[in-house]
C-alpha cells in the first residue's frame, strides 16, 4: 500500500518536473453558493421561484435570535392578527420537536434589522414566543419583486391565506412596488385580470362595513362581488347600505351573516320605488281636459289628447312636458 503510494507521488513529480509551469491556467472553483444543508433544503422545497433565486445568488442556512429579525412589509399573512389561540399549537411543536423546516429571510436592505422574514410568518411569530427566541432561517439574496414571487409561489403550494390577506396586500404590492400599474403585476405574477379584480371587491370595501365584520379572514369572493355591484348602483343603494352597516353595528352577527344583510339592503334599494297612481287634466285650445295625462303605480303614462288640443300642437306639447318635469 506504502509503496504504491510513493509510486504514485515520484510519477506526479517527474510530470511536473518536465512541465511548463508558468504557462498554466489555474480556473478558480465554481462558486455556486449553495451549502450542502442548503441544497437539503431546497430538495424539499417545491417552490419554483425560491430554486431560481438560490441558483443564482445562492442560499446559506443559519440560527439566528428572532430580536434580530423583522417581518417584509409586504408579505400577505397579516402579522397582527396572529396569536397564542391560533398559534399555539405551532408554539408547543416548535418547543418539543425543534423548528423543523427554516424560513425565507433576506438581508434588511433599510437596516432596520439584520434580516427581513419573506415566507413563514406564522414561525416568526412562534420562535418569538419561545424562550430561546431562537430562529431557524433559510437566507437568499432577492429584490421586492423576487420576494414577492417566491411568497406568491409558496403560498399557491401551502394555499392557506385567506382571500381578505390575498385582496389587501395585492392592492399594497401594486401601489407600491408596482407604481399602481395592475397590469404589469398581472404580467409579471401570472395573475388574470378577472381575479385581481375580484379581490379588490374585497381590498375596496368600504370602511364603514370593514368595521362592523367580526373576522375579516371569513370575507369571500362572492359576496363581496355582489356587494361592490350594488355599492355602485347609485349613490341611493350605496347610502342605503352603509345606514344598514351603521344600524347592524354591535349586534353580534357572524361575517356572513351581516354580509348577507347588507346585500339584501342594496337589492332592497336597487328596487324600483312604488310610485302612486296620478292623472292631471290640461286645458288646451279652449278644452279642460284637453291634455289628461295618468301615470300608474307600474309607472307607465297614458296619454289623451282631444280633438280640439290636437288643432294646437305646441300647446299639447307643452301640457305634456309640464306634467313629465320632476
Not at 64 to 91: A, F, G, H, P, Q
Not at 226 to 252: F, H, P, T, W, Y
Request: contains cysteine; glycine residues 6%.
Amino acid at each position: 500500500m506504502g509503496e504504491g503510494i510513493s509510486m504514485a507521488r515520484k510519477r506526479i513529480s517527474d510530470i511536473a518536473q518536465g512541465a511548463d509551469l508558468d504557462n498554466i491556467e489555474v480556473k478558480p472553483r465554481q462558486k455556486t453558493g449553495l451549502h450542502s444543508r442548503g441544497r437539503a433544503f431546497l430538495s424539499q422545497s417545491p417552490n419554483p421561484a425560491l430554486h431560481e433565486a438560490a441558483e443564482a445568488t445562492g442560499l446559506q442556512e443559519l440560527t439566528v435570535s428572532t430580536d434580530d429579525c423583522r417581518l417584509w412589509e409586504y408579505n400577505d399573512r397579516i402579522y397582527e392578527e396572529l396569536s397564542m389561540e391560533n398559534c399555539k399549537s405551532l408554539v408547543d411543536d416548535i418547543q418539543k420537536n425543534s423548528q423543523l423546516q427554516p424560513v425565507i429571510a433576506r438581508r434588511d436592505p433599510e437596516g432596520k434589522k439584520a434580516y427581513q422574514i419573506i415566507i413563514g410568518t406564522r414561525r416568526f411569530w412562534a420562535c418569538s414566543h419561545i424562550p430561546s427566541r431562537q430562529i431557524k432561517i433559510a437566507l437568499i439574496d432577492v429584490d421586492d419583486k423576487q420576494a414577492y414571487k417566491i411568497m406568491r409561489s409558496e403560498n399557491e403550494e401551502r394555499d392557506d391565506t385567506t382571500a381578505y390577506e390575498k385582496a389587501v396586500n395585492a392592492k399594497k404590492v401594486i401601489a407600491e412596488i408596482y407604481a399602481g400599474n395592475q397590469k404589469n403585476y398581472c404580467l409579471e405574477n401570472d395573475i388574470g385580470e378577472g381575479t385581481l379584480s375580484n379581490w379588490m371587491a374585497i381590498a375596496d370595501m368600504d370602511r364603514e362595513i370593514l368595521d362592523i365584520i367580526p373576522n375579516r379572514f371569513e370575507i369571500t369572493v362572492k359576496p363581496a362581488i355582489q356587494l361592490r355591484a350594488l355599492m355602485n348602483k347609485s349613490s341611493r343603494v350605496k347610502k342605503d347600505i352603509l345606514e344598514k352597516a351603521r344600524e347592524l353595528k354591535g349586534q353580534g352577527m357572524s361575517t356572513q351573516k351581516i354580509l348577507h344583510a347588507l346585500i339584501a339592503a342594496g337589492k332592497s334599494a336597487a328596487q324600483p320605488r312604488g310610485i302612486r297612481p296620478v292623472e292631471k287634466s290640461y286645458t288646451v285650445a279652449g278644452d279642460k281636459k284637453g291634455v289628461v295625462v295618468k301615470q300608474a303605480a307600474s309607472g307607465a303614462v297614458s296619454i289623451r289628447i282631444s280633438k280640439a288640443a290636437a288643432g294646437d300642437r305646441a300647446a299639447a306639447l307643452k301640457a305634456i312636458k309640464q306634467f313629465l318635469k320632476p
